[in-house]
C-alpha cells in the first residue's frame, strides 16, 4: 500500500505490523522500544504511521459505507421478491409445493404481541428498570466541590498532533 509519507525501513516495519491483526500488543510495544533515534526523530516517524494508518481506516470506512449500502440493496431486494412470490401463491392457491430444487409453503409465524393502551396495562406486567447512576449529575457535583467516598475524578492527557 502506498504511503503518505517517505517512511524509513524501521517506520515501515512498523507500519506493516500495526495493520497486521494477527500481531500481539506485546510484539508491537517491543517494536516500538526497538527504533532508534532522538525522541523528535521517533516523534515525526510516528506521526507519520498514525497518519497511514488515519488514511487506511478512512479508506475502509468508506469501503464499509459502500458494502452496508449493496447488501441493503440485496436484502430489500430479497423481502419484494419473497413479498411478490407469496401473494402469487396466495392468488392462485398454492400455499404449499416443491420444485427439483426447492420447496415453497406459507406458514404462520409465531404470535406478535401488540399493545394497544400502555396506560391500561395492570403495575404485575410492568419491569422496574435498574436504577444506573447518573453520571453527569455526580460528575458536575464534584466539580461543584463536593466530596464523596465512594468517587472521584480523574484527568487524564491525550497526544493532539496537527
Given at each position: 500500500?502506498?504511503?503518505?509519507?517517505?517512511?524509513?525501513?524501521?517506520?515501515?516495519?512498523?507500519?506493516?505490523?500495526?495493520?497486521?491483526?494477527?500481531?500481539?500488543?506485546?510484539?508491537?510495544?517491543d517494536?516500538?522500544?526497538?527504533?532508534?533515534?532522538?525522541?523528535?526523530?521517533?516523534?515525526?516517524?510516528?506521526?507519520?504511521?498514525?497518519?497511514?494508518?488515519?488514511?487506511d481506516?478512512a479508506?475502509?470506512?468508506?469501503e464499509?459505507?459502500?458494502l452496508?449500502?449493496?447488501?441493503?440493496?440485496?436484502e430489500?431486494?430479497?423481502?419484494?421478491?419473497k413479498?411478490a412470490?407469496?401473494?402469487?401463491?396466495?392468488a392462485?392457491?398454492?400455499?404449499k409445493?416443491?420444485?427439483?430444487?426447492f420447496?415453497?409453503?406459507?406458514?404462520?409465524?409465531?404470535?406478535?404481541?401488540?399493545?394497544?393502551?400502555e396506560?391500561?396495562?395492570?403495575?404485575?406486567f410492568?419491569?422496574?428498570?435498574?436504577p444506573?447512576?447518573?453520571?453527569?449529575?455526580?460528575?458536575?457535583?464534584?466539580?461543584?466541590?463536593?466530596?464523596?467516598?465512594?468517587?472521584?475524578?480523574?484527568?487524564?492527557?491525550?497526544?493532539?498532533?496537527?
Open positions: 500500500m502506498a504511503t503518505i509519507y517517505e517512511l524509513t525501513d524501521e517506520y515501515r516495519m512498523l507500519l506493516e505490523l500495526a495493520e497486521d491483526p494477527e500481531v500481539d500488543p506485546e510484539t508491537m510495544s517494536t516500538l522500544e526497538a527504533l532508534g533515534g532522538e525522541i523528535e526523530e521517533k516523534a515525526d516517524g510516528y506521526a507519520k504511521v498514525m497518519k497511514q494508518l488515519e488514511a481506516a479508506a475502509l470506512k468508506a464499509e459505507k459502500r452496508y449500502t449493496r447488501r441493503t440493496v440485496c430489500n431486494n430479497i423481502k419484494r421478491m413479498a412470490l407469496q401473494s402469487a401463491m396466495e392462485t392457491g398454492k400455499t409445493f416443491k420444485t427439483d430444487l420447496s415453497f409453503g406459507i406458514q404462520k409465524n409465531p404470535a406478535k404481541l401488540v399493545i394497544d393502551d396506560k391500561q396495562i395492570p403495575h404485575d410492568m419491569i422496574q428498570p435498574d444506573v447512576p447518573d453520571n453527569k449529575a455526580i460528575k458536575d457535583a464534584l466539580k461543584e466541590g463536593f466530596e464523596f467516598a465512594w468517587c472521584h475524578l480523574e484527568q487524564s492527557e491525550s497526544l493532539r498532533i496537527k
